[in-house]
């Protein structure tokens, strides 16, 4: 089953316990409803109710989520919030690298650390994708985010975020 998020509208000010958002959830490419939170602290809200049922079977499927508190890993069932809020959490991080990456220049340390240029100045990039060792040969780099495919730069960014 391909579930998907579109029209997405997250408000961070009013996200306090929870992420405040609305949503329109595709189930393999077709409507199948809307998700919503108020960001309070409830469980998001799903019409109509066959949306919720669908997506509750659907992570009845799926391996258990771990979460790392403090050192400590929990092992919990997946339910149709962890699945909606993955794919919000998903879209949030690729809007922020997005952000960044017209901003500033990423690139992962030799030491694995995620840093990132104070500013992206007029054709830094380009003069990187001619010849990287001359023009960053300050940077002690490892990966240039801004030249993978975003697919790609998208998952060892979140993975150095901790999301």
């Known amino acids: 089953m391909q579930i998907t998020l579109k029209n997405i509208k997250h408000s961070n000010f009013a996200s306090h316990e929870t992420e405040c958002f609305e949503a329109t959830v595709y189930?393999?490419?077709?409507?199948?409803?809307?998700?919503?939170?108020d960001g309070q602290g409830g469980p998001n809200m799903y019409h109509p109710n066959t949306l919720a049922e669908a997506l509750e079977r659907h992570a009845e499927t799926l391996p258990p989520t771990k979460y790392d508190s403090g050192g400590e890993t929990i092992t919990f069932k997946q339910d149709a919030d962890i699945v909606i809020g993955e794919l919000?959490?998903?879209?949030?991080l690729a809007q922020d690298l997005k952000r960044a990456m017209s901003r500033r220049i990423?690139?992962?340390?030799?030491?694995?650390?995620l840093k990132e240029t104070?500013?992206?100045?007029?054709?830094?990039?380009?003069?990187?994708?001619?010849?990287?060792?001359?023009?960053?040969?300050?940077?002690?780099?490892?990966?240039?985010?801004?030249?993978?495919?975003?697919a790609e730069a998208l998952s060892i960014y979140r993975a150095k975020a901790g999301a």
């Not at 189930?27 to 939170?37: C, E, L, V, W, Y």
């Not at 919000?88 to 949030?92: A, E, P």
């Not at 104070?118 to 801004?146: C, G, Q, V, W």
């Open 118 to 150: 104070k500013s992206l100045p007029k054709d830094t990039l380009n003069k990187a994708l001619m010849r990287p060792e001359h023009h960053l040969k300050n940077l002690d780099y490892f990966k240039i985010l801004n030249l993978l495919p975003f």
């Open 106 to 113: 990423l690139f992962l340390s030799s030491g694995g650390e």
């Open 27 to 37: 189930i393999d490419g077709k409507r199948a409803g809307t998700a919503s939170n």
């Open 88 to 92: 919000l959490v998903q879209h949030l």
